[in-house]
């Protein structure tokens, strides 16, 4: 399922800042995508259910979530090692595009490979205001099977 949600302006009350919060996180983890929203900075301050199981499967460690996609990481960073080819820089480009009210959305497919397997993500990126702040929304997409279908690849790695 991709959803989209561009413009989110979350009003700020005094009293149900917290409730405002945490009914955006909820509608967040209903979402099967992987969903982070980030401040102004890139920095990581809320993800949804989908993007924890993804930072937990990402990292060799068993049980940790991979350090780079938690809250409170730079996810320009991450941005930068998965860039690849003739997409470099063209995901970080995006995002800050948005976040400075350049454009208004972004998407863009891209390949994030490792060193034992390749993969393709389609991230889109929409702006989202709350507290007075502007942070932007990432749905970042698994398009992997797609990929590989198109391809002609087979559909799982081998020894799945």
């Given at each position: 399922m991709n959803a989209l949600l561009s413009d989110v302006d979350i009003p700020p009350s005094a009293d149900t800042s917290d409730n405002t919060l945490e009914h955006l996180r909820s509608s967040l983890d209903s979402i099967t995508d992987n969903m982070a929203v980030i401040d102004t900075n890139g920095i990581i301050v809320m993800v949804n259910a989908a993007w924890q199981q993804m930072a937990l499967t990402d990292n060799p460690h068993a049980n940790r979530a991979a350090h780079y996609l938690d809250v409170g990481s730079n996810y320009f960073d991450v941005a930068s090692c998965c860039d690849s080819g003739d997409q470099t820089?063209?995901?970080?480009?995006?995002?800050?595009?948005?976040?400075?009210?350049?454009?208004?959305?972004?998407?863009?497919?891209?390949p994030c490979h490792t060193s034992g397997d390749q993969h393709w993500f389609t991230i889109t990126v929409t702006p989202v205001k709350w507290e007075g702040q502007r942070g932007a929304l990432l749905t970042r997409t698994d398009t992997t099977p797609r990929h590989r279908l198109h391809r002609g690849y087979p559909t799982a790695p081998p020894g799945d």
């Open positions: 820089g063209k995901v970080a480009r995006g995002i800050r595009d948005v976040l400075s009210a350049r454009i208004e959305a972004f998407c863009l497919s891209y």
